[in-house]
């Protein structure tokens, strides 16, 4: 298994408060992603990095930010959490190029908003 | 951009008999076909994937899928299925242009019984 932890692994936070989700992998790879999945919706990508301290939005990125200041750490920033932002988020990572495609993926953390 | 249709959101299906899984993609530029599998509770594992050659792809398990280019489908298939294939399975897609980014489908669960 490739080496990819995310912490926590649960989370029950309040609404309007910030929480921040931390993606660590060891395999020194360059590509990181932020997923969220829900149901009916499969695996909808936030944000993603090609590099340290270098990232983009996603298909689903409002209200979350990013950052990204070691190789093997991705955070995640929900700034103001919603309920709308309770879910499954994954994290992913990519090889050295990208361009084999195949993306890894860590154990998940599930987070509610109430 | 590229989209993913998965057209069955539940597939019942005995233990030892065939399953197909239906994928249908969208999209204007070359792409990267992939199946990934989610037990419960787990993350998602990389099934197979298509690059380029071959239009038949085999991956781990006992399942392989086909790329059908004119008609934009890449259907995941296992002739003898076990209890143990219990699970979501989503198809995703990457576009030649994407940087690695996958498109997911909405997934498919096959529920395996005696």
């Known amino acids: 298994d490739a080496g990819i932890t995310q912490s926590p692994r649960h989370k029950v936070t309040e609404t309007g408060t910030p929480v921040t989700l931390r993606c660590h992998q060891t395999?020194?790879?360059?590509?990181m992603y932020w997923y969220r999945q829900d149901p009916g919706h499969g695996l909808r990508l936030i944000h993603y990095?090609?590099?340290?301290?270098?990232?983009d939005k996603g298909e689903v990125s409002d209200g979350y930010s990013v950052s990204r200041s070691k190789t093997e750490d991705f955070l995640l920033t929900l700034e103001s959490a919603t309920s709308s932002q309770t879910s499954v988020y994954f994290c992913?990572?990519?090889?050295?190029?990208?361009?084999?495609?195949?993306?890894?993926f860590g154990p998940g953390t599930r987070l509610t908003v109430t | 951009a590229q989209s993913v249709t998965q057209l069955d959101s539940q597939v019942p299906v005995f233990e030892e008999a065939p399953v197909e899984l239906r994928c249908n993609y969208s999209?204007?530029?070359?792409?990267?076909l992939f199946w990934y599998v989610q037990y419960p509770n787990q993350g998602l594992q990389l099934l197979l994937k298509?690059?380029?050659?071959?239009?038949l792809v085999k991956g781990i398990n006992g399942f392989e899928a086909e790329f059908n280019k004119s008609q934009t489908s890449f259907h995941l298939r296992k002739p003898s299925v076990h209890i143990s294939d219990t699970a979501e399975y989503f198809c995703?897609?990457?576009?030649?242009?994407?940087?690695?980014?996958?498109?997911f489908g909405a997934g498919t669960q096959v529920v395996v019984t005696p």
């Open positions: 995703a897609v990457s576009g030649a242009d994407s940087w690695g980014k996958l498109q």
């Open positions: 990095s090609y590099g340290v301290k270098d990232t």
């Open positions: 395999e020194n790879h360059r590509y």
């Open positions: 298509y690059l380029s050659g071959s239009t």
């Open positions: 992913a990572i990519s090889d050295s190029t990208g361009f084999s495609y195949e993306q890894y």
């Open positions: 999209s204007s530029v070359s792409v990267y």
